[in-house]
C-alpha cells in the first residue's frame, strides 16, 4: 500500500516533519501575540514588545508573576496555567527575535527634558537605552512610552509589589513630571 502512494506518503512526512519542527513553543508563544504582536512587537501604546528582550529578563518577569512576586494587572492570570519550563522556553523563545524598536515622535523640549531625567537611568540601560550593562537589564530605546511610564509609576507605588530594589529607589528619585518626560525620551530613541 504505501508503494502505491509514495507522493502522498513524501507528503504526509514533510508535513509532519515541518510540525515537528515548529514545536511546542511557536504554539505557546502564538497566545501572546494579541496583546504583544507578532514576533513580539507590540501595535501599543500600553503593551510592551517582547521580542529580542534579554531571555534571563523575560524568564525572571514570567517566573516573578507567576510566584505573585511581581505585580500585574493581567500578566500573573495569563502564566499561571504555564509550567516554569514552559516560561523558560517562552522567554528563549522570545529572546531570540531581533529588537524592533517603535520610535516615537517627541519635540526637542521633551527630548531635552527627558534626557536630563534619565541620568540615573543610564548607569543600567544606556544613554539612550539601547545598550543594557546586563542580561537581566531590559532594552528601553523605541519601546513604547505609555507602557514604561505605567512601568515607573507602578516602582513608584509602595502598593505594587515591584521586587528589583534598584530600579524602585531611582524611580522614586525622579520628580513626578519626569516620569512621562524619561519614558518619551526613551520612545523617542532609534538605537
Known sequence: MIARYPLLLAAGLALAGSLAHAGP????????NGCHGLN???AGP????????P????KNLLLQWKKGERY???MDRHVKGYSDDELAALAAYFSKLPWVPVVQKADDKTL???KAATER???CHGATGGEPDDAETPRLNGQWAGYMELE???YRTEAANMPHKKMRNNARKLDEADVGQAARYYAAQPK
Open 121 to 123: 537611568c543610564e548607569t
Open 46 to 53: 500600553n503593551m510592551p514588545s517582547i521580542g529580542g528582550l
Open 55 to 58: 531571555e534571563t529578563y523575560l
Open 25 to 32: 513553543t511557536d504554539d505557546l508563544a502564538r497566545t501572546c
Open 40 to 42: 513580539g512587537v507590540s
Open 152 to 154: 515607573l509609576l507602578k
Open 72 to 74: 500585574a494587572a493581567t
Open 112 to 114: 531635552a527634558a527627558g
